[in-house]
């Protein structure tokens, strides 16, 4: 089993809060990874300390084999010349004022299986839209454009951050069929979730953040099946909707 991402006792602060505390962990070839924990949890700070975003203080990020630490993002992004990481950030920043199709020819081309051609197969609502400006689109449609746009890079590992957060439950499960097909095309994906239970119905693994360390690690079904962890896990969903 080939290890495409492995992150190891990451520290992270911003300024002189210490965010993250030696947090571990890895992604496979082919695995969908869902990295669960309550708001605040450090979740969103440790994709951005994969991506050199919020570069960490200690710790190691090894992608596809190769020892990163210390690499620019955008170097990280581009990867080893065997297929990059894509990242989808929280909050779908796009170009409001280009349309979808426009957005979508920003990334150059690069090889592989996903073109325009293919995203628009997988994305249909894109093909769509694809003359509609990016800021008109619904939250959905926006979710898709950016995962799209990530695609198109044809990265090897994937990595989204709460691509359900604020979408309607019918436009999620939409969502979550194109990462599916992601998957089964073979890209790797470590999925970032407050919704436990959405993301532990397809990961093959789960890791679960709490004040910033790793509290659990096993199998997804294996947790899935724990209501009291998950409850606890939805409990923080709903206590910060209160
Ligand atoms: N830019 C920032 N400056 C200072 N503190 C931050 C910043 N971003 C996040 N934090 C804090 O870091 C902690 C982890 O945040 P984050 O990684 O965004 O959590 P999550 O994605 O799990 O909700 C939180 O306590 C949050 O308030
Ligand atoms: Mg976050």
Redesign the pocket.
């Known amino acids: 089993m080939t290890l495409l991402l492995e992150a190891e006792g990451i520290e992270a602060y911003?300024?002189k809060?210490h965010?993250l505390h030696g947090v571990s962990l890895s992604v496979a070839e082919g695995e969908v990874v869902t990295l669960l924990?309550?708001?605040?949890?450090?979740?969103?700070?440790?994709l951005?300390a994969i991506m050199r975003l919020t570069p960490p203080r200690e710790g190691r990020v090894r992608i596809f084999g190769q020892d990163v630490t210390g690499w620019p993002t955008h170097r990280i992004a581009r990867g080893s010349g065997n297929g990059g990481v894509g990242y989808v950030p929280?909050g779908r920043h796009m170009f409001r004022h280009l349309t979808v199709e426009e957005n979508l020819r920003v990334p150059p081309p690069t090889p592989g299986q996903w073109s325009l051609a293919t995203i628009f197969s997988l994305f249909p609502r894109l093909a769509e839209r694809r003359t509609s400006k990016a800021g008109r689109l619904s939250g959905g449609e926006q979710e898709m454009l950016a995962i799209a746009r990530a695609l198109l890079l044809n990265p090897r590992l994937l990595l989204l951050?709460e691509p359900s957060q604020g979408l309607a439950p019918v436009i999620v499960e939409e969502v979550m069929q194109a990462v599916r097909r992601m998957r089964s095309e073979g890209t790797a994906i470590l999925l970032?979730e407050?919704n436990a239970i959405l993301a532990l119905a397809f990961a093959d693994r789960a890791y679960v953040?709490s004040d910033?360390a790793i509290i659990h690690e096993g199998p997804a079904a294996e947790l899935a099946a724990d209501s009291e962890k998950v409850k606890s896990l939805a409990g923080a969903r709903a206590s910060r909707a209160a």
């Open positions: 911003y300024g809060s965010i924990g309550r708001n605040g949890a450090g979740k969103t700070t440790t951005r929280e951050d970032v407050q953040l910033g």
